[in-house]
Each structure stands twice: as C-alpha cells, then as structure tokens.
C-alpha cells in the first residue's frame, strides 16, 4: 500500500484499499458507450488514484473524514452500469468510493397504507427484488440494468423502470435517503435532493423504498398500427383509463425486428461471423436504410396489466378492428426484458464501430415531431431507429438505438440528436441522467427551477466541491 492511503487502509484494512493497475482502469469509466473508444492515454487521464470500497458507514464516515483532511476529491460509485459518464473521475487525483459493500441491510416495514424497504445503497436491484418476491412482495421499479445497478445509483440518475407507466420512476417511489456528508456526519431524510443529483451532494448508504404485493397474474397484449400518430392515439386512450397498464411500450417497425416482437427472435445469435457482417453492414448506411422498410411497416404496441391481490386489474383501451396481436409479442418482450450484452458492445467498439442509445422526453403533442427530427438528424451518421416508453399524462421517453462505424461519425451522431431534440422543443434527458454526454446540453436537460435547487443544495452541504467534481456544473 503506497505512503499516502497507509492511513485509511488502517481503517478500512489493507484489502479494501485498491491501487492495482486493472482495478484503477475499470474504475476510470462507467458503462459510457463513448468511453469504450478510449484509448490508453485517455484512461490514464481518467485513472483514480485508488479504489477504496468501506464496508459499512463507519467506513463511509472514515474514508471522507480522510478525504477532507487530504484535500482528495470522491467520486461516489455504484455499480458502474451508468450511461453517460456520470462515474468517470475527473482525474488521477481522485478516489472512488465504491459503494457496492452497503448491501446487507434489508427491513420491511409493513404498515398498511405505506408499505416499504429499507436497504442499502449498494444492493443490486435484482438481488432486492429477489429478496422481497421471497416474501411475497416486490418493488415498483425494474430498469433494464436490474442486474447490475444499485438502489443508491438509481436515485442518483433519476431512474425510471419498465413499469413506470403505472408506477412513475424513482423519485415517486423513494421515501427517504440516507447520505453522508463531507465532515464524515450523516443524514437521514427526504430523497428529494440527491434524486438526479449524480452524487454530487454526498454518498448515499440507505434507500427506503415504497413496495407493494407482488403480481399474481399478468395479461399480456400487442397490437399494430400503420401510422405513428395512430399509434399515439391508442396509447394515450391507454393512458387515460382509469387504471393505466403497468407496461406500455410502441415501438417502430425497425426496433419491433431487433426486439423479436415479430414473428421470430430478431436479430438475436453472438457468433463471431454474424458480428463480422452486422459491422460490415454499418458502414453502408445507405444500403441499410433502403432495405429497412422490408422489414415491415406496423408500429407494434406492448400493453402489459397486472392482477395484485385487492385489485380488479385492467383492460386494454379500445384499439381498431384488427390490430390484435395476441400476447405472443408482449410475452416475448418479457422475457428479454433485460437482455443486454456488454460484452458484444464492447467487441463492436474494438472492430471500430459503435453502438449507443439517447433518451429524450416530449409532451403528446411533440413527440412525432421530436421523433421525425431526431431520426432525420441521425441519418447521414448512424443507422438508428426507436420506440416510446415511459408514458405518463403528459408525454412519454423516446428511446433511440443508433449504430454505425467511427469514433468521429459516433460523436457527430450525438451531437445531432441533441441538437434536433432542443430544435423539436424536447427536453434531451429523461432516465439516464447527465453525466458528461449530456453536460453541454445541460439546459435542455434539466429546468432552471431543478438547477437553482441544485446550486444551493452543492454550496450548503458541499462548498469544497468534494463529491464527483465537473458534474452538474455547466
């Protein structure tokens, strides 16, 4: 152990102090698609100085008690499965606190007409959920990352789960937090200060959450439409119901082929020789989007209800002769739900290409103008494609799934989704938080009113600027 962390690593003990070369580089990024490109000498700018995982708060308390005496900015870490860079030090001097310890607690208070968990920080979502189902009960929020992201970094970026149609994101279902200060102090109290905070106002070791009885049944339906906006009309009837479906999801005739919610998987299989010609195809652009339209032509709408003891459960909205689907489609989305293969994205990356999502937000009456602009926009960079989740009363997430060939094309992409999204009068945030991909387009991203709340909250518990420098700072 080097001479400046011999002091923690008394404390913590010398195993959970971590100096080593491999561990340093992991922890020098997050999952940032944009990242995966760097090379050797942009890691190393990014490398910590070390790795330093306590096991309990008293640890927590230890590690920024030391970091204030040394003068060490920390860079609060869960998982690491954020998509944006929120996660990625802001340089060789500075320390992630690896969070992923925090995860024995695990209490259930059962009241009646507030139901909730109380866990730590660092659980990964999936072995929560897997805890709760034990008991008959089970949470409200089931992001993609389920299995690899923490009860602490979802309130960090504002989380939304796939049920969010009927249960809202995170910030509806957090009841309090529990984070420690720079001084090594703790606070518990209300979630709403670090919900979209990205750690820049303290380290986070409890999460209480609001629960509810686990699903008995589910019904599963799917239907298409030839036009967008007919599609729009649908889900918004949906929506209007008096109890909305839990899941809700409409997606474009390219996504609804690479989802396998036609007949088949989609594109499915990770052989190195379909890999080969999927990298291939990228660099044809053209090519790939006349051809596309052969795939078909019908937006395929996902509705799934579910049927909890004490309620009657809901019905599909009225939907036009003919576009039943059955529940093939939706079952098939189920299952899949939270397939993600890392390790295939970060082979595309080493053969030169890219691969990468956005998410934005609209209200009903922008969203197929921000979808046409965004599209549009991608065009000449990647080949892209979308669907629309996270609907709500007032609007809903359009997703974006963009690919092709060049660190340069990928940037240029970015930059001109962004820029169609703030053209279209979207905003270029809706679930993934900011991090450094969004920074730029920090204004767009979050309210006036969301940043001056911020602002003050930063000057009064963190006036060194501690915790994740360069984030939330344009």
């Not at 008690?65 to 954020?82: F, H, L, Q, T, V």
């Not at 024995?104 to 009241?111: A, G, M, S, T, V």
């Not at 984070?179 to 303290?202: K, N, Q, V």
């Not at 080969?276 to 795939?295: K, M």
Request: aromatic share 8%; charged share 25%.
């Amino acid at each position: 152990m080097s001479l400046p962390f011999a002091e923690i690593g008394r404390v913590l003990g010398p195993a959970r102090v971590l100096e080593d070369e491999p561990t340093r580089l992991a922890a020098s990024r997050d999952s940032w698609p944009q990242a995966l490109g760097w090379g050797p000498e942009e890691l190393s700018r990014r490398r910590p100085a070390a790795v330093l995982k306590p096991r309990d708060e008293k640890g927590v308390a230890a590690v920024l008690a030391w970091a204030s005496a040394e003068k060490r900015g920390i860079m609060p870490r869960g998982a690491g499965s954020g998509v944006l860079g929120a996660a990625v030090p802001p340089g060789p001097e500075s320390v992630v606190l690896d969070a992923s310890s925090l995860d024995e607690k695990f209490e259930l208070d059962l009241r009646p007409d507030r139901p909730s968990v109380a866990c730590g920080a660092g659980m990964l979502g999936s072995n929560l959920e897997s805890r709760l189902q034990a008991k008959g009960w089970s949470l409200m929020h089931f992001p993609q990352s389920m299995e690899d992201s923490t009860a602490g970094g979802w309130i960090a970026t504002d989380s939304f789960g796939q049920l969010s149609t009927r249960y809202g994101g995170i910030a509806d279902q957090a009841l309090w937090v529990k984070a420690a200060l720079p001084d090594g102090s703790f606070r518990a109290e209300e979630a709403a200060p670090h919900i979209g905070a990205e750690g820049t106002l303290g380290v986070l070791t409890e999460v209480c959450l609001a629960i509810r009885p686990a699903a008995r049944s589910r019904s599963f339906h799917a239907f298409r439409f030839r036009k967008l906006r007919e599609a729009l009309d649908f889900c918004r009837t949906s929506m209007d119901q008096p109890v909305p479906p839990s899941v809700l999801r409409l997606y474009c005739p390219v996504d609804s082929f690479f989802n396998g919610l036609r007949r088949g998987r989609g594109t499915g299989g990770s052989s190195s020789l379909l890999e080969t010609a999927q990298s291939a195809a990228l660099r044809r652009l053209g090519l790939l989007y006349a051809l596309s339209p052969l795939i078909g032509r019908h937006w395929i709408c996902v509705a799934i209800y579910e049927d909890e003891p004490g309620f009657a459960g809901g019905a599909p909205a009225p939907a036009p002769r003919g576009s039943g689907l059955g529940d093939g489609p939706a079952m098939r989305w189920w299952e899949k739900r939270y397939h993600l293969d890392r390790e295939k994205l970060e082979r595309a990356f080493l053969r030169g290409c890219f691969a990468d999502t956005v998410d934005f937000w609209a209200p009903w009456e922008g969203l197929a103008g921000l979808h046409a602009g965004v599209l549009a926009a991608l065009r000449p960079h990647a080949f892209a494609f979308a669907h629309l989740s996270h609907f709500d009363r007032s609007g809903a997430c359009l997703y974006v799934t963009l690919a092709g060939t060049g660190a340069d094309s990928h940037l240029r992409a970015w930059q001109a989704a962004m820029d169609a999204c703030v053209r279209a009068g979207g905003r270029v945030n809706h679930h993934h938080g900011v991090g450094l991909a969004k920074l730029p387009w920090l204004k767009w991203a979050k309210t006036e009113e969301w940043l001056s709340r911020w602002q003050a909250e930063k000057k009064r518990r963190d006036p060194g600027n501690m915790f994740n420098a360069g984030k939330l700072c344009r």
